[in-house]
């Protein structure tokens, strides 16, 4: 089984308090998400902060526009040193070809991940937008038609892995949010699993922020997850 790699979500509020959290954790920590907030307040400069120490950054934006507009931020973003992006299933089939295409073309390509339905919303969220199918039919559909378009992977909660796994095999990139170690509070994730049940089901990436940004000690906090996934 290949090796999961942590994600620690820079969840704060300015780079000041992000650089300091990636100068903390431990070496082995080696990919950093910034989502929206954080590059919202502070631009494509955290991005190379982060990138100037050593890291990897995945850039949670889920963009989700016009093709063109889509494929051209996909470039920016490259040329920030962002490795991995989220965009929109939604966004639908021209705009994840132009998004794939693009990453294509960059010197250092980033891996696409793409968002298949947000994990906020439940069936009766979809009835609102017109989407009378099941939450887990609609899902393996769009990432269906994400991975035909040429994009790498999809964010999905521990608990779809093993069927996405099943479905779309190895190569396709699996980035699960919503870990929590035993005993530790769920705040407002709803499908939780632990760093272990998240590696054994078959995830790429584990993306984690609270447990351990909010611990009284991150880096130990840190350092029990990479051991957790390890074994
Ligand atoms: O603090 P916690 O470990 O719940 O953080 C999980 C991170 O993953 C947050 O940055 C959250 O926005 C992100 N995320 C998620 N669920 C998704 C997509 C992204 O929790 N479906």
């Known amino acids: 089984m290949p090796r999961s790699e942590l994600i620690v979500a820079l969840d704060v509020v300015g780079a000041a308090e992000a650089?300091?959290?990636?100068?903390?954790?431990p070496p082995e920590v080696s990919w950093y998400k910034i989502g929206l907030e954080l590059f919202c307040a502070e631009g494509?400069?955290?991005?190379q902060a982060v990138r100037a120490r050593g890291k990897n950054v995945f850039l949670d934006l889920k963009l989700h526009d016009i093709p063109r507009t889509v494929e051209r931020a996909i470039l920016s973003?490259?040329?920030h040193g962002a490795g991995m992006l989220t965009v929109h299933a939604a966004g639908g089939r021209a705009m994840?070809?132009?998004?794939a295409d693009a990453a294509r073309r960059c010197p250092q390509p980033p891996r696409l991940i793409a968002v298949t339905t947000l994990t906020s919303l439940d069936q009766r969220d979809l009835a609102d937008l017109g989407i009378m199918r099941p939450p887990q039919v609609h899902v393996m559909s769009m990432a269906d038609m994400a991975l035909k378009q040429g994009i790498h992977g999809m964010v999905c909660s521990p608990q779809e892995v093993e069927s996405l796994r099943a479905r779309f095999?190895?190569?396709t990139l699996l980035v699960t949010?919503?870990?929590r170690p035993a005993g530790s509070d769920p705040g407002d994730q709803k499908r939780v699993a632990t760093p272990s049940a998240a590696v054994r089901a078959g995830a790429d990436f584990l993306v984690v922020g609270r447990p351990i940004l909010e611990a009284p000690d991150p880096v130990t906090a840190a350092r029990a997850i990479l051991k957790?996934?390890?074994v």
């Not at 650089?19 to 954790?25: G, P, T």
């Not at 494509?44 to 991005?47: D, H, K, Q, R």
Request: glycine share 8%; net charge positive.
């Open 177 to 179: 949010p919503g870990i």
């Open 19 to 25: 650089l300091s959290m990636v100068d903390r954790l």
């Open 77 to 79: 973003a490259a040329r």
């Open 169 to 171: 095999g190895s190569r």
């Open 228 to 230: 957790e996934m390890a």
């Open 44 to 47: 494509p400069a955290v991005i």
């Open 96 to 99: 994840l070809k132009a998004a």
